[in-house]
């Protein structure tokens, strides 16, 4: 089983930038794709991005095209995931997650544990 830990969260303005961490605990991290999702008040969950098990597969929301980046380091067992020209509706919690592919990333049941999540506020 992964543990997953999140974080690098915040409040900036619009057209900032923020660069989250999903730090995974246990040997199996570099088996998984691995997803981030958000949650804004109010809203479901929805799905952001995802890569795939090498990290050459990429997969985005059009919503976060061009603006986001996933990357991941599976010697230090980290997602992350760059956010740039950030918006107003981009505050939510974002939270990350692991599965077996990105074949359906946006489907939150296909994945297998999730982190807490952390906070990320975009002010006008």
């Known amino acids: 089983q992964v543990q997953l830990v999140e974080s690098g969260g915040g409040l900036v303005q619009a057209g900032g930038s923020l660069s989250l961490s999903c730090a995974a605990s246990g040997r199996t991290f570099s088996s998984y794709a691995m997803g981030w999702f958000r949650q804004a008040p109010g809203k479901e969950r929805e799905g952001v991005s995802c890569?795939?098990?090498?990290?050459?597969?990429?997969t985005y929301k059009d919503f976060v095209k061009v603006r986001f980046t996933i990357s991941r380091d599976n010697a230090k067992n980290t997602v992350y995931l760059q956010m740039n020209d950030l918006k107003p509706e981009d505050t939510a919690f974002y939270y990350c997650?692991?599965?077996?592919?990105?074949?359906?990333?946006?489907?939150?049941?296909?994945?297998?544990?999730w982190g807490q999540g952390t906070q990320v506020t975009v002010s006008s």
């Open positions: 997650a692991y599965t077996y592919n990105c074949s359906d990333f946006i489907a939150i049941t296909e994945y297998k544990g």
């Open positions: 890569i795939s098990i090498d990290g050459v597969k990429l």
